[in-house]
């Protein structure tokens, strides 16, 4: 992977600077979902999102435990870091996240998402996803209210908003997480201003604009991306949503 600890920064550090100086355009991130890939050629899927305006790679991990679904495991995670040219956010759907956390990071992981309902011992969790030198994200299932981070809120660099139930890709995205996103923002002012905000399930052009302006910064897209005639052209029109001159 090319420099992607860099990567990562530079794009928190853009969003911060561009949301202090009120500037707007292609803050935003877009992470296309590996799990909707086809994986019988998956080395083209890799090279497709290396070569389109898509910034992360979103890798999926389930257990068949926390989630009724097992996707693919680190050995597959460790074939795709070995072409993937943008950094890999990696989002945990297992129990006792805290097994894994070294074999992720050793698989190529810059971000680690672990769930909140997964974790007994959040603080203690994100402590170890940090001291592996990853970025430390959680995720929380739909019926998870926001409130709950309030204790955790200034360790994260990152919140996953689940907008659809955790295990599969394609499914109808849930209308309340606008309001989430727009109290999430509204608690991490002045606590954690660089917080980013991403969104997964269900992101379409159809409501990716709407996600922006409650204050979303990071675009997970699966079955739109990779279902899509044209993905290239699919990540590009996610990208290229601009929230101060699109009318919503
Ligand atoms: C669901 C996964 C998502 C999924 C999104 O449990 O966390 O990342 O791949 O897929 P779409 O975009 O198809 O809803
Ligand atoms: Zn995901």
Not at 135 to 149: E, F, R, S
Not at 157 to 183: H, R, W
Request: net charge negative; charged share 20%; glycine share 6%.
């Amino acid at each position: 992977m090319l420099n992607v600890g860099n990567a990562v920064l530079n794009g928190k550090y853009l969003l911060s600077l561009q949301k202090k100086h009120n500037m707007s355009t292609k803050s935003h991130l877009i992470a296309p979902s590996v799990l909707a890939a086809d994986f019988a050629k998956l080395y083209d899927d890799i090279i497709m999102v290396n070569n389109s305006e898509a910034d992360w790679f979103h890798i999926d991990i389930m257990d068949g435990v926390f989630v009724p679904n097992i996707s693919f495991g680190f050995p597959v995670m460790q074939a795709i870091a070995k072409h993937a040219t943008k950094p890999l956010d990696v989002h945990l759907m297992i129990v006792d996240p805290d097994r894994y956390l070294q074999v992720c990071k050793d698989s190529g992981a810059e971000i680690i998402t672990v769930h909140y309902e997964a974790c007994t011992h959040l603080h203690r969790t994100l402590a170890a996803i940090k001291e592996l030198g990853c970025k430390a994200g959680v995720a929380l299932n739909p019926h998870t209210p926001v409130a709950l981070l309030k204790d955790v809120l200034a360790d994260l660099d990152l919140v996953c908003l689940m907008s659809v139930n955790p295990g599969f890709g394609g499914q109808k995205f849930i209308s309340n997480t606008y309001a989430k996103v727009q109290e999430l923002r509204a608690m991490a002012k002045g606590i954690n201003d660089g917080l980013l905000i991403e969104i997964d399930g269900g992101v379409t052009t159809a409501n990716a604009a709407q996600l922006l302006k409650a204050g979303a910064d990071v675009l997970v897209a699966g079955s739109f991306v990779f279902n899509a005639a044209a993905p290239l052209d699919t990540i590009k029109s996610l990208k290229d949503i601009d929230i101060n001159i699109e009318n919503i």
